[in-house]
């Protein structure tokens, strides 16, 4: 088999006689390893200071050795996947790096939601076989279309085949090409949410989780690509939700977020529904911690609006929905098949505003759909002026090869640029949260802010709050004063010294989740026994923290 072969899936280069994942972990520690030597590129100095990758005797290469570079584009769905990814290289011997060009391969997470996002994967591939550096493709891009001509001979992990990245991590950087884009499924048969809850991951924030409960929708947007990525519906079952929150608060995670492509279609495919599966989980959220819920289209809300409205007057949920209007006229929504009217979405709106005191509602709007006219952009003004979002965020339309509304005659450019800035300008007109100076509020830290001056918390209507950077601030509840407030955020004081969250100390930046106990981290070399006791988990005990481990190592097992 040459390197430029395509293979359908890693059985196709494994056989019965071929060690096991186990195995291989074990001997690699046995073999000897020897520099290759290269001629360094003085043209480029970061490819010629590249670490050489270690081989055995023979010039296979060792696997487990190498460094990966990850890089994720999209939604916290996304950010998920690449978490457990990341986890599982890591776990395995791989080491994580922030320096692409010390990278021995690239991971490229990707997002086909805009044409700009997909530009920027297409450069990274660019520059990686440029390089000559390795590069394994994921997200909804590759999956949504694996034939696209600047995919083709690379290595795809499709949105369901998260948990066997190592695979083909360890083919592709033995030249092969490797794609895995199957759908998971049941015992009968059924789309399933994907790869397991419960596998390692290192959390790119420490302090906060992010639980995917469902993959896919219901919906059959004309303009979304993201359908002929994710699919139809599959959500996890309640139990495996709650099992992976109850680990995440035992490593310290004191925030959770909740999320999928339509969290207010959760459970309809194995009969349940988003209101159970929130109910079970504010069972399990410890004092001081706190849940936010994901993005949620109108027409899988309107039957549980009284459910929704008592879980986010819940003192451990945040009172924030993301709920996508997209358009204020009825026919474009229609054209759109967005499955809903404009007065379906503002009796969501009004209703939780009545129920739920303070409560911030999110919204999208896409400027410029092919059939939108003047008229009905008006329509969308009004919708806005009259509602005055404090989170809007407004998007140019993007035609998406494959969808409907690619084959749709456009609206001009210029026009589209027009109607743009006339939203922005509105949006620009009114300060959201001038009404909050001179509070007193609660604060989950979690953060800091982009410019490095502060910590960045969240009230409990998950608005932005900064506060000074003291260190024992970092994961804390803060009793604090608002003294001012700006477009996106409030400034406060401290008004008392801060809580911590009924949770144990959070794990350290890129350290493993699931592994904790044995103190793993994503650096090579990492494994301290002196930090094991402080590490137990108080619920699981040893036994269990044991358990996960011989779970992990009998998974890869019986991937083989």
Not at 22 to 49: C, F, I, M, Q, Y
Not at 70 to 77: E, I, L, N, R, Y
Not at 212 to 240: D, V
Request: hydrophobic content about 35%.
């Amino acid at each position: 088999m040459s390197a430029d072969d395509v293979l359908d899936d890693i059985e196709d280069i494994v056989g019965e006689g071929d060690l096991t994942a186990l195995e291989r972990s074990v001997a690699r520690s046995n073999a000897v390893g020897k520099r290759v030597k290269k001629t360094p590129n003085n043209k480029d100095p970061a490819k010629s200071n590249k670490v050489i990758p270690k081989v055995e005797e023979n010039g296979s290469i060792i696997p487990g050795t190498q460094k990966i570079w990850v890089k994720t584009w999209g939604c916290a769905h996304n950010n998920s996947d690449s978490e457990y990814m990341a986890g599982q290289l890591a776990a395995y011997g791989y080491s994580l790096t922030d320096e692409k060009y010390e990278a021995d391969l690239w991971l490229l997470n990707s997002c086909t939601v805009k044409t700009p996002a997909e530009d920027h994967f297409k450069n990274e591939i660019d520059d990686g076989r440029a390089r000559g550096t390795p590069v394994v493709v994921a997200g909804c891009v590759p999956q949504g279309q694996p034939k696209a001509n600047y995919l083709q001979g690379l290595s795809i992990i499709g949105v369901q085949q998260i948990d066997r990245v190592v695979e083909v991590v360890e083919e592709t950087l033995k030249g092969h090409s490797v794609r895995l884009l199957g759908t998971k499924k049941d015992a009968e048969k059924k789309k399933t949410g994907g790869a397991s809850l419960l596998l390692p991951k290192i959390r790119k924030n420490p302090l906060i989780e992010i639980i995917p409960i469902n993959t896919g929708c219901l919906n059959q947007c004309t303009y979304c690509k993201t359908k002929h990525a994710r699919g139809e519906l599959g959500s996890y079952p309640p139990e495996e939700i709650v099992a992976r929150a109850i680990q995440s608060f035992q490593e310290g995670v004191c925030e959770i977020w909740l999320t999928s492509e339509d969290t207010g279609a959760y459970g309809r495919d194995i009969g349940s529904s988003l209101p159970e599966l929130l109910r079970q989980l504010v069972q399990v959220i410890p004092d001081g911690c706190m849940l936010r819920l994901g993005m949620t289209n109108p027409p899988y809300i309107l039957e549980h609006l009284e459910a929704i409205a008592e879980i986010l007057n819940h003192p451990r949920v945040y009172a924030f929905l993301h709920l996508p209007v997209q358009s204020g006229s009825d026919c474009v929504l229609t054209d759109m098949k967005r499955e809903y009217c404009v007065a379906d979405f503002e009796r969501v709106v009004n209703f939780l505003r009545e129920r739920v005191p303070g409560i911030s509602i999110a919204t999208d709007i896409i400027c410029g759909f092919p059939t939108e006219t003047e008229q009905d952009f008006d329509l969308t003004m009004e919708l806005c002026s009259k509602h005055r979002f404090p989170s809007l965020f407004i998007n140019q339309f993007f035609p998406r090869v494959g969808t409907p509304a690619y084959r749709m005659e456009r609206v001009p450019t210029k026009q589209v640029k027009n109607r743009t800035k006339r939203l922005s300008e509105l949006f620009k007109s009114y300060q959201p949260y001038d009404d909050q100076v001179g509070q007193r509020q609660s604060v989950l830290v979690t953060d800091i802010s982009h410019d490095k001056n502060y910590y960045v918390g969240h009230n409990k209507e998950y608005v932005q709050v900064l506060v000074p950077m003291e260190p024992n601030y970092m994961g804390k509840m803060v009793e604090v004063l608002i003294t001012s407030a700006s477009k996106f955020s409030l400034m406060s004081e401290p008004l008392t010294s801060p809580k911590r969250p009924d949770v144990p100390e959070a794990l350290e930046k890129g350290q493993i989740s699931g592994l904790a106990a044995s103190n793993i981290s994503s650096n090579p070399g990492a494994l301290s026994s002196s930090s094991l006791s402080g590490r137990l988990w108080p619920i699981l005990g040893i036994s269990s923290v044991i358990g996960l481990r011989l779970a992990w190592i009998f998974y890869w097992r019986g991937r083989r």
